[in-house]
Nanobody, 124 residues
Framework: QVQLVESGGGLAQAGGSLRLSCAAP????????AGWFRQDAGKEREFVAT????????QYADSVKGRFTISRDNSKNTVYLQMNSLKPEDTAVYYC?????????????????WGQGTQVTVSS
């Protein structure tokens, strides 16, 4: 099972950008689908974006479509989430997730591998 380490969170102004990274030390990370989920205080963890293990397929939540881009560099065992045009409602703890399958579930309840999370705060 891979270990996931997120980085890149922080504070941004509305309309700004941040890039999150999710790194795994294992070279087998290229055999895992991956995704990003987020959870704000008092709310359930929700799907943001997923990517297949090859990187050829992606899915996005409607709330981030056109603003966020998920990608991966399997040579670096890293998955990224580029977040542009940030809004205050994007404020949350963002979690990287992985699964040893081709595609990634969008249901947080079915995810077994999580990173520790990174805080993203967007000010208005």
């Amino acid at each position: 099972q891979v270990q996931l380490v997120e980085s890149g969170g922080g504070l941004a102004q509305a309309g700004g950008s941040l890039r999150l990274s999710c790194a795994a030390p294992e070279r087998t990370f290229s055999s895992y689908a991956a995704g990003w989920f987020r959870q704000d205080a008092g709310k359930e963890r929700e799907f943001v974006a997923t990517i297949t293990r090859s990187g050829g397929g992606t899915q996005y939540a409607d709330s981030v479509k056109g603003r966020f881009t998920i990608s991966r560099d399997n040579s670096k065992n890293t998955v990224y989430l580029q977040m542009n045009s940030l809004k205050p409602e994007d404020t949350a703890v963002y979690y990287c997730a992985a699964a040893p399958t081709y595609g990634m579930t969008t249901n947080a309840a079915n995810v077994n591998i999580w990173g520790q999370g990174t805080q993203v705060t967007v000010s208005s």
